[in-house]
């Protein structure tokens, strides 16, 4: 079969589209045909060597859709649509840049009845349910509250407007240019905020009292302004770190961190362990209502097999805009 290695780390030319074999399932994996994969930020992070040292040949890749072509167990057919994410896939094992890839079962979900195209599908694993955990199971979010969208533009940022939209929640949302306003207001933003690194006073004019809740995704540079657009008893989590490196100068507890107010990490990389089960989570309610155009689609642009050096030229020059999906 065909994949992409990676044997040194650097640029998106070190991807290297190669023949390898053909994986075989363990008693406890499934072998998927893959279909379509979307592009995340975690994949060049791991190709930039920005993770630390890998093992190499190494193929990357977090997510995937396609149809099961072999489950030992029996318990899903040849054929059935599913889709993975995370699981180890990339760090613990190889990904899903290739036409086959092996996953553990219990990191499956099978979609039979989803209408959806394979490139729409693709769109939904990663970045859909790292806000998913992230607003659900760490923030707690309630209908009618605030959020605010720190990173707004960047394809989980997206993915976040339109899930917290659907949940009934007020959504801020910004961005570093006025340009990208448009987008934001297309996905649902209730108000947009050009990000200058001191938002707080400006966030406060629309919320006086606070927001309720915060995703931080452009990570350390901002944080500590976003903690100040918290209300008391609010809460921030971290989801991405498009800023650079995830440290903090001098962070200090008792300036730094406002009274009452929580901060959390969550990382996708919970998915697929004992914690966070991919079967908990709502991937099949994502699917009908990305299909009933209840949740408007954050898809932007499809590559074929062969532009996926491309793909991750665009996705670092911060003008996708959306989700990146790649078709076999």
Partial sequence: MKAYVIEQTGGPEVLQLRDIPSPAPTADEVLIRVRAFGLNRAETYLRAGKMGAISAPRVPGIEAVGEVIQDPSGQLRTGQRVVTAMGGMQFTRNGSYAEQVTVLRNNVIALDDTSLSWEQLATLPEAYLTVWGALDKSLGIQKGQTLLVRGGTSSVGLAAITYAKARGLK??????????????????????????????????????????????????????????????????????????????????????????????????????????????????????????????????????????REAHRLMES????????VVL
């Fill in 171 to 308: 959504v801020i949302a910004t961005t570093r240019n006025p340009e990208n306003s448009q987008r934001l207001y297309q996905a649902g933003a209730d108000a947009v905020v050009v990000d200058n690194g001191d938002i707080a006073p400006r966030i406060r004019e629309i919320a006086p009292d606070g927001v309720d809740a915060a995703l931080e995704i452009v990570g350390a540079p901002t944080l500590r302004d976003t903690l100040k657009t918290l209300r008391p008893f609010g809460a921030v989590s971290v989801i991405g770190l498009l800023g650079g490196a995830p440290t903090l100068e001098q962070f200090h507890l008792m300036q730094d961190l406002p009274a009452g107010v929580r901060l959390n990490f969550f990382p996708s990389g919970l998915f697929g362990t004992p914690a966070l089960p991919l079967q908990d989570t709502p991937l099949p309610w994502l699917a009908k209502e990305l299909a009933a155009k209840r949740i408007p689609s954050i898809h932007t642009r499809t590559f074929a097999f062969d532009e996926v």
């Fill in 318 to 325: 911060d003008r996708a805009l959306g989700k990146l999906v």
